[in-house]
Every structure is written in structure tokens, then in C-alpha cells.
């Protein structure tokens, strides 16, 4: 299997749904392999994919790798999945998607400061942090994790959260 002969099938695809492809992962499980797609997109409200997109997606996805033969003879498990929390903030998009969470970031000189994101531009990021706006440039970014809240404050949550 090859990572960019399987991006180059699948970009044209996801992109039918909405969704664009944000890495290909083959991981070995004995004799099988994991072939892990994770994908990103708008959304509706402009805050990530939707499920049921990632569900068609998926379909369309396992067809189109199928037909194309890019994934050799072994056996292979197709996951299509998320960014999710657990993937860092790399690109301006990730942090406009993820407006109002809470997220630590980790700066190149070292420190951390962990602020709910106000806003983002394709070359800085607002935080409030205790009540006062931080703005960081994402050069200055080494690392950021947005913050699993189990009780995320109202004001913070989307009005598709909220329904």
C-alpha cells in the first residue's frame, strides 16, 4: 500500500461529500493492516463533518479504493474517521473550526497557556484567557490540543449542541 497513490483516490471522492483529507494512516495488525483515513470538512454550521457525510464517504471511499487496485493483495480494514480532540491544531481551518473551545497551547519558548479560542485569522489566533484576549501568532505555536470539557460552559457551545 502507498499513502499518496491511496490519497491521490480518495481526494476526488471525499471532496464529493464536503470533506477533505487530512492524512492517510496504514498501520500492520498481524496479517491484515488498518488503512485509517482521516478526514475534515465544513459542515453545515461550519464547525466540522457530520457523521452521516463520514458514513457516505466511507462507502464511496471503499468502492472507489476497490476499483482503483492501490492497496495491494493483503488484506485491509478501512476506518474513516474524524480529526477528533486528540489531533493537534496545525492549519488556520482547525482553529476557526474549533471556534469557542478551550485549548491548550503550548508556545516554542516554552510556556502554556490554555484559553477558550475567540477568533482566528489565517496567521493568528484570539484566546480569552481569564477573561483577557490573547492574541498568538501560529508561528509562535510549537503544540495545540483542544480540551475535552465535560461540562462546557453555555455560552461556549454551538447552537447545533444545543438543540
Not at 496545525?90 to 476557526?96: K, L, Q, V
Not at 484576549?133 to 457551545?157: G, H, K, S, W, Y
Request: hydrophobic share 40%.
Amino acid at each position: 500500500m502507498n499513502e499518496s497513490q491511496i490519497a491521490g483516490v480518495l481526494t476526488p471522492i471525499l471532496a464529493q461529500f464536503g470533506l477533505e483529507l487530512e492524512a492517510v494512516e496504514i498501520i500492520a495488525a498481524g496479517k491484515r493492516r488498518l488503512l485509517r483515513v482521516v478526514v475534515d470538512g465544513e459542515g453545515p454550521q461550519g464547525a466540522g463533518p457530520l457523521l452521516d457525510d463520514i458514513a457516505a464517504a466511507s462507502k464511496a471511499a471503499s468502492e472507489a479504493l476497490d476499483i482503483a487496485d492501490v492497496t495491494g493483495a493483503a488484506p485491509y480494514t478501512l476506518e474513516v474517521t474524524s480529526r477528533g480532540v486528540s489531533r493537534p491544531l496545525e492549519r488556520p481551518r482547525h482553529w476557526r473550526r474549533n471556534t469557542g473551545r478551550l485549548v491548550a497551547v503550548r508556545l516554542c519558548e516554552g510556556d502554556t497557556i490554555t484559553g477558550r479560542i475567540v477568533s482566528s485569522s489565517e496567521d493568528v489566533v484570539r484566546l480569552d484567557v481569564d477573561g483577557d484576549t490573547r492574541e498568538i501568532r501560529f508561528v509562535d505555536v510549537e503544540r495545540a490540543l483542544v480540551q475535552v470539557e465535560l461540562n462546557r460552559p453555555r455560552a461556549a457551545r454551538s447552537e447545533d449542541e444545543e438543540g
